[in-house]
């Protein structure tokens, strides 16, 4: 079965980091575009990042310079690095194979505050 597991959330202060990580079964995750979303309280799904299948990487204006998407095709899993949160990165994030969360886990909370 196609299976995606996120992991990694936490409660943080402002200006803290957390690694989140989604680890992918029953597909190999490097052969497809993956994408990190976000669901924050009250509003819709909202794209963040995507790593392409050559590893190109695109990032939402609102998280470019303190976000770093990647993935560990040994593994199988793919990782957001986010640096310098802020309270308005409180959600739940979702890694999925399109940008409006097909195929996505249940994804895991980070809370800023």
């Known amino acids: 079965d196609v299976q995606l597991v996120e992991s990694g959330g936490d409660s943080v202060q402002p200006g803290g980091s957390l690694r989140l990580s989604c680890a992918a079964s029953?597909?190999?995750?490097?052969?497809?575009?993956m994408y990190w979303i976000r669901q924050a309280p009250g509003k819709e799904l909202e794209w963040v990042s995507i790593?392409?299948?050559?590893?190109?990487?695109q990032y939402a204006d609102s998280v470019k310079g303190r976000f770093t998407i990647s993935r560990d095709s040994a593994k199988n899993t793919l990782y957001l690095q986010m640096n310098n949160l802020k309270t308005a990165d409180t959600a739940i994030y979702y890694c999925?194979?399109?940008?409006?969360?097909?195929?996505r886990g249940p994804g895991t909370q980070v809370t800023v505050s």
């Open positions: 790593i392409e299948t050559s590893g190109a990487t």
């Open positions: 029953g597909f190999t995750l490097s052969k497809f575009w």
């Open positions: 999925a194979t399109t940008p409006s969360g097909g195929g």
